[in-house]
């Protein structure tokens, strides 16, 4: 894939490990906060995956990175994701996938031509893979369900996986938020309050999720599984995802 940029900024592929050890610095920063010091945030997945980083032309800055792994059916299995959810339904997808992780964004980055610009390198790697399904877990941060009860109950409402692929309980924790939910009418202004961003960005693009969340004690999160069909996306995100995506 070759590099996409917009402005002073510019998306490409990661190339070595002083690249990679960058991505899992900034990976760190914002999973774990400045308070926890310097370090990496790192796991066997990286060594497997594609991983793309948004920078300032001009500092030299990483503003953004996440990674990226192509899976078919049959692999499943291998996925992140699968260590949480059973996936089994999904092995019965005919066609490419693209999984998506450790999406992050310097916290003091505002600017959002750096979010486009990362939208528009996965637009571009997705089409190019020939992908039908973008997947991944959006994370809601800590492990109390409480404060995103009405997020859950939008979820619910108007969002689930459709049944033949929606993934089965597999973690030891999880907040069954469909069953639990079932009767409680969100209020949607603090629902979107508290939808993690790149929550709302999946979900208008017509994305379904998982109908429980996992609870996640070592990176301190929920999640949820997501899943994107390609052919679903409504036709004006999806140009204006491809536009980006020209260049």
């Known amino acids: 894939m070759q590099p996409l940029r917009k402005g002073h900024y510019i998306a490409r592929i990661a190339e070595g490990a002083a690249d990679l050890h960058r991505a ?26 594609t991983h793309i980083l948004v920078e300032d032309m001009q500092s030299g800055a990483l503003l953004c990175c996440y990674r990226l792994l192509r899976l078919t059916g049959a692999q499943i299995g ?21 999984e998506m992780g450790r999406f992050c ?23 190019l893979a020939g992908a039908e399904l973008l997947m991944g ?8 369900a409480v404060p995103y009860q009405e997020a859950f109950a939008v979820l619910k409402q108007a969002h689930l996986a459709p049944p033949h692929w929606g ?9 069954r938020f469909a069953h639990l939910l079932k009767d409680h009418a969100p209020d949607q202004r603090r629902a979107m309050a508290t939808m993690p961003p790149l929550l709302r960005t999946y979900l208008a693009m017509g994305g379904w999720v998982s109908d429980h969340a996992v609870v996640d004690p070592v990176m301190n ?18 140009r204006a995802l491809r536009m980006v995506a020209a260049g």
């Open 167 to 175: 993934p089965a309980v597999k973690a030891p924790q999880v907040v």
């Open 105 to 127: 964004i310097h916290p003091t980055c505002r600017d959002p031509d750096v979010l486009r610009l990362a939208w528009g390198a996965m637009t571009r790697f997705v089409d």
């Open 78 to 98: 291998q996925s992140y994701s699968a260590q949480y959810y059973d996936l089994s339904r999904l092995a019965g997808f005919a066609a490419p996938m693209v």
């Open 221 to 238: 999160t929920l999640h949820v599984f997501t899943g994107v069909e390609i052919r679903a996306i409504p036709a004006a995100r999806a």
């Open 137 to 144: 877990c959006a994370s809601f941060s800590g492990t109390d």
């Open 24 to 49: 899992q610095s900034l990976r760190h920063l914002c999973f774990h906060g400045a308070a926890a010091g310097p370090g990496r945030d790192a796991d066997a997945f990286d060594a497997r995956c």
